[in-house]
């Protein structure tokens, strides 16, 4: 049982370049969310999905976009990476918006 | 917006003071979870409060929701090197979304 498995672990951008981060839990999870943590910011909801085709934004969700075509994968979609957007992201999965959430294991992503 | 503020932001104890960390919201949630987060590690989630007045006990750590549930705090008696890390409570009022507190983070001296 791998859990929630995020991709890449690190990542390094140049300003204005796109990218994808990977996200797949295997728990059958129907509510998954991204977070990006910054130093004395917490963890800040980028955008969320109750359910395979239902997605919605969070706190912060511009310069980003995500899909969730199927229950299993939630990808993040960098459209024109910013410096603003170097930080640590987080892809998290519940049973339901008020379960326990399922954290991965992070991307670092820095843009120069 | 919903904001949920922790404080303090960072504590230093020696190894077997105790430990408080506290969470505050502006609105009345409907339930508040708490998660630990070692350090270059990522958020693991302790436990789950949803009544007025609750508390819950693991081991070493008590964890209490308040009477208007508007706060909650998590408190580690006789602390370890183990306890060490980044404490966050998340809640939620209404909507499907959990906003999570900044934070505390931990520190033991051995």
């Known amino acids: 049982n791998a859990g929630v498995t995020q991709t890449p672990k690190f990542q390094v951008l140049k300003t204005g370049q796109s990218m994808t981060l990977q996200c797949a839990q295997d728990m059958n999870h129907e509510y998954m969310s991204w977070y990006r943590q910054d130093p004395g910011m917490g963890l800040r909801l980028i955008h969320y999905?109750?359910?395979?085709?239902?997605?919605d934004q969070g706190e912060v969700p511009n310069g980003y976009n995500v899909s969730r075509s199927t229950t299993e994968d939630f990808p993040l979609r960098l459209l024109s990476a910013a410096p603003s957007q170097t930080s640590v992201y987080f892809c998290a999965s519940s049973y339901s918006w008020q379960g326990a959430y399922t954290f991965g294991s992070g991307t670092r992503l820095t843009v120069v | 917006g919903q904001q949920v503020m922790q404080i303090p932001q960072y504590q230093h104890v020696q190894e077997g003071e105790d430990f408080t960390t506290y969470c505050n919201s502006s609105?009345?949630?409907?339930?508040i979870q708490w998660y630990k987060q070692r350090p270059g590690g990522h958020p693991v989630f302790l436990i789950q409060?949803?009544?007025?007045?609750e508390v819950k006990k693991q081991k070493r750590l008590t964890f209490q929701f308040g009477e208007a549930k508007k706060n909650s705090s998590l408190h580690i008696t006789a602390t370890q090197t183990t306890d060490v890390g980044t404490y966050f409570c998340?809640?939620?009022?209404?909507?499907?979304?959990?906003?999570f507190g900044t934070g505390t983070s931990l520190t033991v001296i051995p």
């Open positions: 409060l949803v009544k007025s007045g």
């Open positions: 998340a809640g939620t009022n209404t909507g499907n979304q959990f906003y």
């Open positions: 609105t009345t949630l409907s339930n």
């Open positions: 999905s109750v359910g395979a085709g239902i997605t």
